[in-house]
């Protein structure tokens, strides 16, 4: 089950980028983890930070979910609710 209709960001978060940059994207691991909590997602663990698309495990409302994100866009690619 793939849901990203109902993520919605508030405007208000901003975070800084602490881990090494990723020279393929500009994008880093850690700014991207923090684009994820901005949706209200908590415990981002990244799973897999190469490459044009980053994966995550994350939490929201006590549910288990996958997420990856373009690295390129900061966009949310894919959000899917684990079981």
Same mark, same amino acid.
């Given at each position: 089950?793939? $849901?990203? *209709?109902?993520?919605?960001? &508030?405007?208000?978060?901003?975070?800084?980028?602490?881990? &090494? /940059? @990723? $020279?393929?994207?500009?994008? $880093?691991c850690g /700014?991207?983890?923090?684009?994820?909590?901005?949706?209200?997602?908590?415990?981002?663990?990244?799973?897999?930070? $190469?490459?044009?698309?980053?994966?995550? @495990? *994350?939490?929201?409302?006590?549910? &288990?979910?996958?997420? /990856?994100? @373009?690295?390129?866009?900061?966009?949310?690619?894919?959000?899917?609710?684990?079981?």
């Open positions: 089950e793939v $849901t990203t *209709a109902s993520i919605s960001k &508030p405007a208000t978060a901003e975070k800084a980028a602490s881990a &090494p /940059k @990723n $020279t393929s994207s500009g994008m $880093t /700014k991207a983890g923090d684009i994820i909590t901005e949706y209200g997602f908590t415990a981002v663990k990244a799973s897999d930070c $190469t490459g044009a698309v980053y994966a995550f @495990n *994350a939490t929201r409302d006590g549910k &288990p979910f996958a997420i /990856k994100l @373009n690295a390129a866009s900061g966009e949310l690619t894919e959000v899917k609710k684990l079981q």
